[in-house]
């Protein structure tokens, strides 16, 4: 059975994004944009912190974490100075859209129309009060876990 | 490397059919690459997207991505998906005679 499973083209993923910076709903998103381009299903999950991506008042305003991040090279007391998230931010947006990655809500968007699933989960939602209504439009649908095992069945399960 | 019969000609192409000398494309073997790809018929809509792509190749040397068709070929990011929905750039390129666009976004 495993063998069978070994070396067979992904067909599905879903993809658990359940972080709220930047470096960390990025890199889901560019894991579901480019199943999509390689003709696989993609579906993404967002819990918790990482419902900002698809919060309507918050998903334009998402920013690298600039302390306790020992990938920036940044001194902790330097991150921890008033502006420094957005200006990291801000220095990494122009580095990305030089390289043709999308801003988020843009990048979300796009992904959308290339056919992959939103969902919010349920349990966060319920945690931080946040309704169908508080989500971009983009968004399916806001779902239990249970379902969302149901939507993943047959594919790989990608947590970030 | 292996070669493939398209519209009565014979060209090279790498394992995964992508033609590997775009010079060799002819649109007559448009079609049969197409369906090869689950494509039945090509539409004036898919033929708007494969020319962009031979201009952008001749252009700049690689095909574009999906944002970039998106944005400059006329047709929408989900048209894009509705005409080629194994991927539009892939697919596309490949229909296209060109090389597989090789970028993460």
């Known amino acids: 059975m495993d063998s069978a499973i070994e070396?067979?083209?992904?067909?599905?993923?879903?993809?658990?994004?359940?972080?709220?910076?930047?470096?960390?709903?990025?890199?889901?998103?560019?894991?579901?944009?480019?199943a999509r381009a390689e003709g696989i299903e993609a579906n993404l999950f967002f819990t918790f912190f990482g419902l900002?991506?698809?919060t309507k008042k918050r998903h334009e305003?998402?920013?690298?974490?600039?302390?306790?991040?020992?990938?920036?090279?940044?001194?902790?007391?330097v991150g921890v100075l008033p502006g420094m998230p957005g200006l990291m931010t801000s220095y990494l947006g122009h580095k990305m859209e030089k390289l043709d990655i999308p801003p988020i809500p843009e990048f979300i968007e796009?992904?959308?129309?290339?056919?992959?699933?939103?969902?919010?989960?349920?349990?966060s939602c319920d945690l931080?009060?946040?309704?169908?209504?508080?989500?971009?439009?983009?968004?399916?649908?806001?779902?239990?876990?249970?379902?969302f095992y149901a939507m993943a069945a047959g594919g790989q399960i990608i947590f970030t | 490397?292996?070669?493939a019969t398209y519209a009565g000609h014979d060209v090279l192409v790498n394992?995964?059919?992508?033609?590997?000398?775009?010079?060799?494309?002819?649109?007559?073997m448009a079609p049969q690459i197409a369906r090869s790809e689950g494509i039945a018929e090509l539409t004036p809509r898919h033929w708007?997207?494969?020319?962009?792509?031979?201009?952008?190749?001749?252009?700049?040397?690689?095909?574009?991505?999906?944002?970039?068709?998106?944005?400059?070929?006329?047709?929408?990011?989900?048209?894009?998906?509705?005409?080629f929905p194994k991927g539009p750039a892939k697919v596309a390129a490949k229909i296209a005679g060109i090389p597989k666009p090789r970028g993460c976004i």
């Open chain 1, 110 to 123: 796009m992904i959308s129309d290339s056919g992959a699933g939103l969902y919010g989960c349920q349990a």
């Open chain 1, 52 to 54: 900002d991506a698809i």
């Open chain 1, 61 to 77: 305003h998402i920013k690298v974490a600039t302390v306790g991040n020992p990938g920036l090279h940044l001194a902790t007391i």
């Open chain 2, 48 to 83: 708007q997207v494969i020319r962009f792509m031979r201009t952008q190749y001749q252009a700049k040397g690689t095909g574009p991505t999906v944002r970039v068709l998106g944005k400059t070929s006329g047709v929408t990011v989900k048209e894009l998906y509705q005409l």
């Open chain 1, 128 to 147: 931080f009060g946040i309704s169908k209504d508080d989500l971009i439009e983009q968004v399916q649908g806001i779902i239990t876990v249970g379902e």
């Open chain 1, 7 to 34: 070396g067979r083209a992904i067909e599905k993923v879903s993809i658990i994004v359940s972080k709220g910076s930047l470096e960390g709903i990025y890199p889901a998103l560019i894991m579901a944009n480019g």
């Open chain 2, 1 to 3: 490397m292996p070669t």
């Open chain 2, 15 to 28: 394992d995964e059919g992508f033609l590997t000398d775009p010079a060799q494309w002819t649109e007559e």
